[in-house]
T-cell receptor, first 111, second 113 residues
Framework: GENVEQHPSTLSVQEGDSAVIKCTYS??????FPWYKQELGKRPQLIID?????GEKKDQRIAVTLNKTAKHFSLHITETQPEDSAVYFC??????????FGKGTMLLVSP | DAGVIQSPRHEVTEMGQEVTLRCKPISGHNSLFWYRQTMMRGLELLIYFNNNVPIDDSGMPEDRFSAKMPNASFSTLKIQPSEPRDSAVYFC???????????FGPGTRLTVL
């Protein structure tokens, strides 16, 4: 089955800095890669996703890149703000099947 | 759009009692997922329904857990009898199978004493 590795497990940055979270996947047939943000005590929320037919997608301060050859994808957050502090999960799936989640990255943005 | 609705939001029960968690998926979605989240084990998929049919229940911990989806707008997850190690946050998520997206409900925080 699919295996998703996520790094780092924790990431501390200063407000205004950029943050990058990286994930690798094992199944070359995977074609859908979402990112979820989970604030303390809240539900995971889908913040951005990418499909295997594109290499990069942006939405304001967040972007995701995908390298199919290397089987890795990354989340980039620019101009970080304290409200970006949360746990971020990457995931992978193929053909609309179940998502395989990474173990999460706790992002702390200090003012 | 009301999003995925779960009830109750919090449940405190004693060991041995039956617990029933409820979920109403987003209208029009044909996939429904039940997850369990704990600090130790992270986010675990328990069961996945497609068009109301259970497709993958390999994540259901043991026979004490059962899930049903009698129609497209309702699903239940039942634990009988409950044990302290079942304490966790249980999330329901729904989506369109062809797209692969999943949208999570607010979760039910279960505490078994």
């Amino acid at each position: 089955g699919e295996n998703v590795e996520q790094h780092p497990s924790t990431l501390s940055v200063q407000e205004g800095d950029s943050a990058v979270i990286k994930c690798t996947y094992s199944d070359s047939a995977s074609n859908y890669f979402p990112w979820y943000k989970q604030e303390l005590g809240k539900r995971p929320q889908l913040i951005i996703d990418i499909r295997s037919n594109v290499g990069e997608k942006k939405d304001q301060r967040i972007a995701v890149t995908l390298n199919k050859t290397a089987k890795h994808f990354s989340l980039h957050i620019t101009e970080t703000q304290p409200e970006d502090s949360a746990v971020y999960f990457c995931a992978a799936s193929k053909g609309g099947s179940t998502l395989t989640f990474g173990k999460g990255t706790m992002l702390l943005v200090s003012p | 759009d009301a999003g995925v609705i779960q009830s109750p939001r919090h449940e405190v029960t004693e060991m041995g009692q039956e617990v029933t968690l409820r979920c109403k998926p987003i209208s029009g979605h044909n996939s429904l997922f039940w997850y369990r989240q704990t600090m130790m084990r992270g986010l675990e998929l328990l069961i996945y329904f497609n068009n109301n049919v259970p497709i993958d229940d390999s994540g259901m911990p043991e026979d004490r857990f059962s899930a049903k989806m009698p129609n497209a707008s309702f699903s239940t997850l039942k634990i009988q009898p409950s044990e302290p190690r079942d304490s966790a946050v249980y999330f329901c998520a729904s989506g369109l199978a062809v797209l692969g997206e999943q949208f999570f409900g607010p979760g039910t925080r279960l505490t078994v004493l």
